[in-house]
């Protein structure tokens, strides 16, 4: 299971801490990953982290701005925003893919969460 939080609305600049609770599998041995949905467009991939924490990948879009980290003794995920823009509006998801393996592909990372809302307006 995984349980996103740490949504909310925040103004243009703003931060905000997403963070994904996960449990039912081996936490440590699954790479993650963060994908959103603005409204009206497809999922798209945020970042992904492996289970050591020393291969992370973020979208072009983000990765000046987020940060994706994990806890592995907490079983947690999360994904630090800065620089918030109206374009980061969306439903966020954590995700893996049912076999832990890394990825980057939105369709592969199969397995989420019901997703946090993030919303960017003044």
């Known amino acids: 299971q995984l349980v996103e939080s740490g949504g909310d609305l925040v103004q243009p600049g703003g931060s905000l801490r997403l963070s994904c609770a996960a449990s039912g599998f081996t936490f440590s041995d699954h790479a993650m990953a963060w994908v959103r949905q603005a409204p009206g467009k497809e999922l798209e991939w945020v970042c992904s982290i492996n289970g050591a924490s020393n291969f992370v990948r973020c979208a072009d879009s983000v990765k000046e701005r987020f940060t994706v980290s994990r806890d592995n003794t907490k079983d947690t995920l999360y994904l630090q925003m800065n620089s918030l823009k109206s374009d980061d509006t969306g439903l966020y998801y954590c995700?893996?893919?049912?076999?832990?393996?890394?990825?980057?592909?939105?369709?592969?990372?199969?397995?989420r969460g019901q997703g946090t809302q993030v919303t960017v307006s003044s």
């Open positions: 995700a893996t893919r049912p076999r832990g393996g890394w990825s980057r592909v939105v369709e592969e990372l199969s397995y």
